[in-house]
C-alpha cells in the first residue's frame, strides 16, 4: 500500500509539473491566440481546485492500472509500452475528439497529441521506475 500511495504522490507531481510545462509555457501562446474558446484566466482561477481533483484521479488510476499488469520484462520497455498504450486510448482520442466539436486549429491539436502523448510516456516510464524492483523480484 505504501509503494502504491508513493507512486500515486511521485505520478501526481510529475502530471502537474508536466501539464504546467505543456499547456503553460509550450502551448500557453497557442492558447492565448484562441482565447475566444477558453475561460477568461481570472473566471478559469476559481476552477482550479478542480484541475487538482482531476489530477489526483489520473494520478491514481495511472498508478493502479500500471501496478495491476507489471510483468518480468524490463521496466523502460514496460512503462514506453504503458505510456503508449495511456496515451493512445486517452490523449489521441480525446482531442480528435475536441477538434471535431470545437473550432480549435488543426496545428495546435496536432501540438497537443504530440506534447500531452509525450507527458504520458514520460509518466509511463516514471510509473515503470517506481516499480522496477517488482520487476526485479519477478525475474
Given at each position: 500500500m505504501k509503494r502504491f500511495l508513493v507512486a500515486w504522490l511521485v505520478i501526481f507531481v510529475v502530471w502537474m509539473a508536466g501539464s504546467f510545462l505543456v499547456h503553460g509555457l509550450l502551448l500557453g501562446p497557442d492558447y492565448a491566440?484562441?482565447?475566444a474558446l477558453f475561460r477568461p484566466e481570472a473566471d478559469s482561477q476559481q476552477?482550479?481546485?478542480?484541475m487538482l481533483v482531476a489530477h489526483v484521479i489520473l494520478a491514481g488510476a495511472f498508478v493502479w492500472?500500471?501496478?495491476r499488469g507489471v510483468s518480468a520484462a524490463a521496466w523502460p520497455g514496460q512503462g514506453l509500452r504503458f505510456g503508449v498504450a495511456v496515451a493512445l486510448l486517452t490523449v489521441v482520442?480525446?482531442?480528435?475528439?475536441y477538434y471535431?466539436?470545437?473550432p480549435m486549429p488543426g496545428a495546435l491539436v496536432a501540438k497537443q497529441i504530440v506534447f500531452d502523448g509525450?507527458?504520458?510516456v514520460v509518466?509511463?516510464?516514471v510509473a515503470a521506475w517506481l516499480h522496477r524492483d517488482r520487476v526485479a523480484a519477478a525475474a
Open positions: 491566440a484562441q482565447k476552477y482550479f481546485p478542480l492500472i500500471y501496478a482520442p480525446t482531442y480528435l475528439i471535431v466539436v470545437q509525450a507527458l504520458i509518466l509511463g516510464l
